[in-house]
């Protein structure tokens, strides 16, 4: 018996590809669909980790100027509050290479604020993505209160800040993704979106196909 019923405030849904380059409309595409979600303009937009605080004009303009190798972005609400709190949705887009340097992988992470995803929502976002990008995993998490969507592990908080950890054995769990074509899955989410690799080792009946190489399966 629960004692405590769990508050959720938001969904967070993230996709990976084995893949080494970044396309500004991968970018565009997550802004709108946040806007569409939570009706959320997030116009305080981050390149290459630099706190640039500019809205997409802006960010295009200066790409375009300058011809900056895009690695990392980043979205926030522009008002002031805490990145790491559930108090707005944001996006984080990057490729990322292992630290034992034997690969890369591009992650896109959503966190949609106060939204509690559907599995019809889940095929919706996934369909336009796989428009304008090949997609070799994801999943989607329920986002509890004082839980950092990125680390996914709980936030510390105190009267003046907030803080989190990276907990040990973070980095190696990431180097892992590279062998999600091999059917490596890094654990069961609510909702997960499987490759054909990782189906056939699962070995679950029942899921809903996407393409011909994905899958979604729904934990209960």
Same mark, same amino acid.
């Given at each position: 018996?629960? +004692?405590? $019923? !769990? $508050?959720? &405030?938001?969904? #967070? ?8 380059? !970044? ?7 997550? +802004? ?12 305080? /937009?981050? =390149? ?9 004009? *802006? ?5 375009? @100027? ?6 990392? /972005?980043? %979205?926030?609400?522009? $008002?002031?509050?805490? *990145?790491? /709190? ?8 990057? &490729? ?9 992988? &591009?992650? &896109? ?20 993505? =796989? ?8 999943? #989607?998490?329920?986002?509890?209160? *004082?839980?950092?969507? !990125? ?16 907990? $040990? ?6 180097? @892992? ?12 989410? *609510? ?5 054909? %690799? ?8 029942? +899921? ?7 899958? /979604?399966?729904?934990?209960?």
């Amino acid at each position: 018996m629960k +004692l405590f $019923k !769990i $508050k959720y &405030v938001g969904s #967070v849904m993230k996709i990976y590809q084995i893949f080494n380059n !970044i396309d500004i409309s991968i970018f565009q595409l997550s +802004l709108d669909i946040i806007k569409e979600y939570t009706n959320e303009t997030l116009d305080g /937009l981050h =390149l290459n980790m630099r706190h640039n605080n500019w809205d997409l004009n *802006k960010l295009l303009n200066h790409i375009q @100027k300058t011809g900056e190798k895009i690695e990392f /972005l980043e %979205a926030y609400s522009s $008002k002031p509050s805490s *990145k790491m /709190l559930e108090n707005s949705s944001s996006i984080s887009y990057g &490729v990322y290479e292992t630290l034992n340097k034997k690969g890369h992988f &591009v992650e &896109v992470s959503l966190n949609i604020n106060n939204y509690i995803i559907k599995k019809e929502d889940v095929i919706n976002i996934i369909n336009r993505y =796989l428009k304008i990008m090949d997609i070799d995993y994801g999943y #989607v998490f329920y986002l509890k209160e *004082k839980q950092n969507w !990125i680390i996914e592990n709980n936030l510390k908080t105190s009267l003046f800040s907030v803080t989190s950890t990276i907990p $040990k054995g973070y980095y190696e769990e990431r180097e @892992k993704l590279l062998e999600i074509n091999n059917g490596f899955i890094p654990k069961i989410y *609510k909702y997960n979106i499987l490759n054909n %690799a990782q189906i056939k080792l699962l070995n679950k009946p029942n +899921l809903c196909k996407i393409n011909d190489k994905l899958s /979604l399966n729904e934990d209960e």
